[in-house]
């Protein structure tokens, strides 16, 4: 991650650079101090150091590296900044000065010039734009710094002591050689990346592993690491505990959308609010790599109790404070128990207080048609409007329909009942699934091209009912959701009204029963009624018994035992995908085949029904069974009558036989149309 310069943070005061006392750099800038800094200087105010005799040499080469280890330039040893490098110095020495001690100075300067890497560091690094990691690294680094300066300090006493030799001074210094050096790498990394937030705290993890050999520096590192990494494990644990992000840097691994509102959830079929409201982003510390989906989720769950007004906080102990990692892995415990009380404090609040189950019996009631007897009224009532054009149907009025149909059924004792609403589709239903926005499962099944509109729709084919589903339970009835079961409901519909229609014309069949027809073209009419009244039972049969029924038990009975919300959408979508399948809503070629034979069966029962009716109204002659039975002899010798019954009976024929190599090959893949197959099939050899 790096540094984002465009958020709003607060700036540092430009006198905080611009006076050199208070940046500690005003010892570098000194440019009287060294024998290098002023070519003008007279050359003969300082003699060089090769005049005096090694003794000394060095005594004067102890107190310029002693000056240079806290980054301040000597009498003989000059420190200059390399262009075009602001991480880049080089310290240069008399040429004069005898070998030896030039050779013991030289590998002084690797420490002073680590010293001085890291001390600029943490001048650049504490302004507020650079993250909470960054200042908590920084500071870090400054106590270390303040031990470094301590160490000088000694050596200096006892320089003025006469206690320390040059060689001495290398001897004090190796100690902290490997971890000057450590730091500086990690520090120039950094620096030359600008990282900010996790990629620091993995960086100086990376190098701590790389230090393996070296048990000093490694274990200094690691608790650079610790230090670092408090300011953002703070940030962890208020969304682990309390499901806030209090990022004011944007370093933390978890990213808040605040344009995506609850209440989009019963508009967005894509459900982005529990998707993208809170996301992973990249540069997840290491050490949180394997546990980073269980800390989004856990903050999520906190997150959906808060919007709810239930104010709950995971219970905090002094164990279970993330502060600080380490190989114990503690803090693997406390988010695992974390999730695990958010996850079980959210599952009961939906399934208690807002009656998840509750409310998905109430769906099944009214959009699978597990209560009929509403449905069977409303049909009734409401028969002239749904037989309308599209454009001539009052979507208010059947509203009112169905709110009497409810008042007065069985589902009035339902208190769900009054979140019911009918609505008016435009379109199809094999042009509706051709558009929805699931393309992963139905790019590769529907086709809009192929789909055939119909010429006029009438509400029969567009009626529709709406499920009011409010916050927190539209995490899982989401709209996505509600669209599927509208599907379901919409197939299941024009079943049933294809029912009712058939039913209409066997019952006109029946009023001439008693005329003995048989063999005539009335007796054909009623087997052909017969068969399609059975194809259209067996659909709905199949339907109910075989798909939904099942399927709804498996899902109850997965609900009960699910551990988390997000199992219950998880078991709630997979309910809903397999029951679209198996109502062949996925089956496109299947589905066009269905849609034909119902749209015969509606032509044959209103023409039948049409036909026989107006015979039977007819007035009789003075013998009225006699003269009843003369009329409709004439009429099934009728050429025409006999000629449309048999034309209809061909075509249904045709179609039901052509569904057979379908039902076949699907059953293949999915084992439970045979019984379907079965059912249809017979309907056709009954005949």
Not at 27 to 36: A, P
Not at 231 to 239: N, P
Not at 460 to 481: C, D, G, H, Q
């Amino acid at each position: 991650m790096e540094i984002n310069s465009s958020s709003s943070c607060p700036s540092t005061p430009r006198w905080n650079s611009e006076r050199p006392f208070l940046t500690g750099r005003f010892h570098q800038e000194t440019k009287t101090t060294s024998r290098f800094a002023a070519e003008t200087r007279d050359s003969q105010t300082e003699d060089a150091i090769g005049c005096h005799n090694a003794a000394v040499q060095e005594l004067v080469v102890i107190d310029d590296l002693l000056s240079a280890m806290v980054g301040i330039q000597g009498r003989y040893i000059s420190i200059r900044r390399l262009r075009g490098k602001e991480d880049g110095f080089s310290f240069q020495v008399d040429a004069s000065m005898d070998l030896a001690l030039q050779e013991l100075a030289h590998r002084v300067f690797p420490l002073c010039e680590s010293f001085m890497l890291i001390n600029q560091f943490v001048e650049s690094r504490s302004q507020f734009k650079n993250g909470l990691v960054n200042h908590a690294f920084a500071a870090a680094l400054r106590a270390l710094l303040l031990d470094y300066q301590a160490m000088v300090a000694q050596l200096e006493h006892q320089f003025r002591l006469r206690r320390l030799s040059l060689q001495g001074l290398w001897y004090y210094c190796q100690p902290m050689m490997g971890s000057m050096k450590a730091l500086s790498t990690v520090i120039q990394k950094a620096s030359a990346n600008n990282f900010a937030g996790s990629a620091v705290l993995n960086l100086v993890q990376s190098q701590a592993k790389a230090m393996a050999g070296d048990t000093a520096v490694r274990s200094l590192l690691e608790k650079m690491a610790e230090c670092a990494s408090n300011a953002y494990l703070g940030i962890l644990e208020r969304w682990v505990y309390e499901g806030v992000i209090d990022d004011p840097y944007s370093e933390f691994f978890i990213a808040e959308n605040k344009s995506l509102q609850k209440e989009s959830l019963t508009q967005d079929y894509d459900a982005k609010y529990w998707r993208q409201r809170y996301c992973l982003k990249d540069g997840i510390p290491s050490f949180l790599a394997n546990i980073a989906g269980t800390i989004l989720i856990t903050g999520k769950y906190l997150n959906v109790m808060r919007e709810c007004g239930h104010h709950v906080q995971v219970p905090v102990s002094e164990n279970s404070k993330l502060m600080s990692f380490g190989s114990n892995h503690r803090y693997f415990e406390c988010i695992k128990s974390a999730y695990d009380f958010a996850s079980s404090e959210l599952l009961n609040l939906i399934k208690e207080k807002y009656d998840l189950m509750g409310k998905l019996r109430s769906i099944k009631h009214y959009l699978l048609l597990d209560q009929g007897d509403f449905l069977v009224h409303f049909m009734d009532i409401a028969r002239d409007e749904l037989m309308k054009k599209l454009d001539d149907i009052s979507v208010e009025k059947l509203q009112s329909l169905l709110d009497l149909a409810l008042r007065t059924t069985a589902a009035a004792a339902d208190p769900c009942h009054e979140d019911l609403t009918c609505c008016v589709e435009t379109s199809s239903l094999l042009r509706r699934l051709g558009t929805l926005k699931d393309r992963e499962k139905t790019r590769s099944v529907l086709d809009d091209n192929d789909v055939e509109e119909p010429v006029s729709l009438t509400g029969l084919e567009t009626f529709s009912l709406n499920y009011k589903v409010r916050w927190p339970l539209s995490i899982v009835i989401s709209k996505k959701a509600v669209t599927k079961y509208q599907l379901i409901f919409r197939f299941l519909f024009h079943c049933k009204h294809v029912e009712r229609q058939l039913c209409g014309a066997w019952q006109v069949h029946q009023g001439v029963r008693a005329l003995n027809m048989r063999g005539s073209a009335i007796g054909r009419s009623s087997l052909l009624c017969r068969s399609m009244l059975k194809f259209i039972n067996s659909l709905l049969h199949y339907l109910t018994f075989e798909v939904l029924e099942p399927n709804w038990h498996v899902m109850h009975n997965r609900l009960q035992t699910a551990k988390s919300i997000d199992e219950v959408i998880q078991h709630h979508d997979f309910f809903l995908d397999k029951c679209l399948r198996g109502c062949l809503l996925l089956l496109p070629e299947f589905l066009k085949k269905v849609e034909r034979l119902k749209s015969l069966c509606l032509q044959y029962a209103s023409a039948t029904q049409w036909l026989i009716s107006s015979l039977l109204s007819e007035k009789p002659k003075p013998s009225k069974s006699r003269g009843r039975c003369q009329a409709l002899s004439i009429s099934s010798s009728n050429p025409n009558f006999t000629h449309a019954i048999l034309k209809f009976e061909r075509e249904f024929d045709a179609e039901l036989q052509s569904l057979a190599p379908i039902l076949s090959s699907s059953s293949q893949a999915e084992p439970y149309l045979t019984h379907l197959a079965q059912w249809i099939l017979g309907t056709g050899n009954d005949q």
